[in-house]
């Protein structure tokens, strides 16, 4: 047995990458599953690992059969700011490319524990390093990992300019691949392997770009709300700690007491329990938070049937009930009373 066999890799990555190939390129998994003995409901068990080398395997035998070197990097590109909940509407909000690599690093342990974003300046070059934590110890990304993440950063960065940029520089530790056009597809042509550091640089100018949905008001919002999700985990009470989940089940359309009694790591009954305990309850909670991004939706001047998607309602007619009852006056009288009042205040 190979060392490199006896890695684990969380299964929900591999099966998100699965569904990801089964929609995107219609790929049959079947000989692939059964040649290893891998049993997909077994991987569906809440912290349920796999054979890491399952993982590349399985990339490598996609790329095979569906001829696209740059399978990952379409992975990647699935990956918009409004799939990151809060980081995404800090990401969004932020006033330059600059600010908005900083909110990143800052604040990615609201949607990732393990991966480490570090920017770094040094004589007018800016660096964007990833690496991963376990157990007290920080290492390098494999290749796989280097290619997903190195390219959904600078995606999520071009999805917030008005302009995509390459890198003045990209660099990887493994070594130069055969199909090295479909990495100049996504990171241009300054391209360096066999490096000691996966990395994306670049220059003054770039980090100066505006973006393109600039809110001081919503990022000083979404950033207190960042701070006290992030600040919950150890010090905040099970209320708070719903309460920011909910923020980020917002950012993926999903707000079930299902889904985020599973991001808390209770069963749903549990978490209502526990809620009741605290003289709270998940429908209250929902309520909150709901009415909060509802004011901010509208400050942005967002659409009323957007605005309830966003909310997570199935359509519009029961957005508009909850929000006569939170402000006592429909959407189109809180602008005129908010947002046109504001500009003559």
């Known amino acids: 047995m190979r060392p490199e ?23 049959d998994a079947t000989p692939f599953l059964n040649e ?17 080398t399952y993982v590349h395997d399985l990339i490598d035998e996609a790329v095979t059969r569906t001829g696209d070197a740059g399978v990952l990097f379409t992975f990647a590109e699935s990956v918009t700011p409004n799939n990151l ?5 800090l990401l969004l909000h932020s006033s330059n490319v600059e600010d908005a690599i900083v909110k990143l690093c800052r604040y990615y342990p609201l949607v990732g524990k393990t991966l480490k974003p570090i920017f770094t300046k040094d004589d007018g070059v800016y660096k964007l390093t990833l690496l991963i934590h376990k157990e007290g110890e920080m290492y390098h990304l494999e290749k796989y990992s280097a290619e ?53 640089f670049f220059d003054k100018t770039q980090l100066s770009m505006k973006t393109s949905y600039d ?14 999700s992030l600040g919950m985990s150890v010090h905040g009470s099970l209320k708070e700690q719903v309460l920011g989940y909910i923020l980020i089940a917002t950012g993926e359309l999903d707000v079930s007491l299902e889904s985020v009694a599973q991001k808390v790591g209770l069963h749903p ?25 509802a004011a901010h939706y509208l400050q942005k001047g967002l ?7 966003y909310l997570g309602y199935a359509e519009p007619s029961p957005f508009l009930r909850a929000f006569k009852k939170w402000f006592a006056m429909t959407p189109k009288a809180w602008v005129a009373l908010h947002v046109k009042g504001n500009e003559h205040a």
């Open 215 to 228: 809110n001081p008001y919503l990022l000083r919002v979404f950033e207190k709300e960042a701070e006290q």
């Open 5 to 27: 066999d006896l890695k684990q890799a969380p299964a929900e990555a591999f099966l998100f990458i699965l569904s990801f190939l089964t929609k995107q390129y219609a790929f």
């Open 303 to 309: 659409g009323i049937a957007t605005i309830a998607t």
């Open 148 to 200: 997903i993440h190195l390219s959904a950063m600078l995606h999520l960065i071009n999805k917030i300019i008005p302009k995509p940029i390459f890198p003045i520089r990209t660099t990887f530790r493994h070594a130069k691949p055969l199909h090295v056009k479909a990495y100049q597809n996504v990171f241009g042509l300054n391209i360096v392997f066999d490096e000691v550091e996966n990395a994306l």
């Open 85 to 89: 909940g809060i980081l995404g509407y």
């Open 269 to 293: 009954r549990t978490l209502q329990k526990k809620l009741k305990e605290e003289n709270s309850s998940f429908v209250e909670l929902l309520g909150e938070v709901r009415q909060k991004l």
């Open 36 to 52: 290893r003995g891998i049993v997909l409901k077994d991987l569906h068990v809440k912290g349920a690992k796999i054979n890491a």
